[in-house]
């Protein structure tokens, strides 16, 4: 029986939000569109196993073909970074990013240790550092942030932070920061506090597999990535760690945060995985980074600013400040004439987080829906209309939708 007669209800708000996605500008950095293969992996029999454990030792039998599959994924996850099994190791079970990230913090350090991350409101992510998480509840948090005339990166300021707080792990990589990463720098800052290197690149995987941006192998320690975004695969997360480091990484996982992993989530990573290892994938990761580029110019064009000036990934931020209105309402403008992206803040906000003064927009999603630079041209004079309030809004929405349908989702 379909779910349609199953479960009518249900069905049909499935099938709306497919229609939704179908004609909606999906400008959200960290969304993106799953291959048909990746999501028959991820609603497959898979579903019904439990294996808690690691191949070969697993405490449940009938795992055979279970094993196959974590291995394949493992092998792939290597393979896609060009990293060899004998220098590193690869664990696929986290859930997602969050967890992940906990996990390496748990495999190298004691509760009270300090780690030192990016500001919340200058690019980072809630779990490098913000109090109200669990990992700020647990680790004593030192931050850095981007400087304030360059809103980027600024590595000896970073430097005299690490020298001062002396923490026994450093994370970088973020959640809202448009400029090339330099992983080699933060490498010789931990090494000169003698600190553990953390590379979350969960942003920006799929651009370092495509080689559109700098690849913190061999630099780091550890790097987590979650599974989507730039990767496009399933909602998901992996650990990329030092062989030396390959029983403490596996322990945190599980039994230390996990239970039995998500055996098709598993699977459905496997095919991402060998997705990105198409010779194709490098074309796709280095159009997100040329539409992206694209769209900051076009939309400086028409007048907004965009932190730091521009951008070198597949995200960025605006400013709206010069407009008078808030990233909430910019948000909420945007999503009536259906552009979906998200509320942000910028470097030293006044606003609160869920007002911010600006909007965090990226390209992964259009550009696996084939957009290249023509189609920033549009979507830039859309946002403009919409926010300057130079067009009606049914008219805008009528535009949308048939920028959308020119690009249907598989």
Known sequence: MSISKKDPKIAKLISAEEKYENETIDLIP???????????????????????????ARYYAGEIYVDQIEEIAKDRALKMFKLSPTKWHANVQPYSGSPANLAVYSSVLEPGD????????????????LPISFPG????????GVDEKTEMLDYDEILK???????KLIICGATAYSRTIDFKKFAEIAQKVNAYLLADISHIAGLVIGGAHPSPFPYADFVMSTTHKTLRGPRGALIICKKEFQKQIDRAVFPGLQGGP?????????????????PDFKI????????????????QGHGFKIVSNGTDNHLMLVDLRTLQITGKDAQLMLEEIGIICNKNTIPLDPEKPFIGSGIRIGTPALTTRGMKEKEMTIVAKLIAATLMKKEAKNKLEKEVVKLAKKFPLE
């Open 161 to 167: 932070i690490a020298k001062k707080e002396k923490p």
């Open 30 to 56: 960290s969304e993106n569109y799953a291959s048909l293969e990746v999501r028959e992996a991820l609603g497959s029999i898979l579903s019904n196993k439990y294996s808690e454990g690691y191949p070969g």
């Open 284 to 299: 796709y990761a280095k159009q997100i980074v040329k539409n992206a580029k694209a769209l900051a110019r076009e939309l």
């Open 114 to 129: 300090k780690i030192m991350g990016m500001k919340l409101d200058q690019g980072g992510h809630i779990t490098h550092g």
């Open 262 to 278: 998500h055996d098709n989530q598993v699977a459905a990573k496997a095919v991402c995985f060998g997705e990105a290892l198409d």
């Open 137 to 144: 509840r647990i680790f004593d948090f030192a931050f850095y």
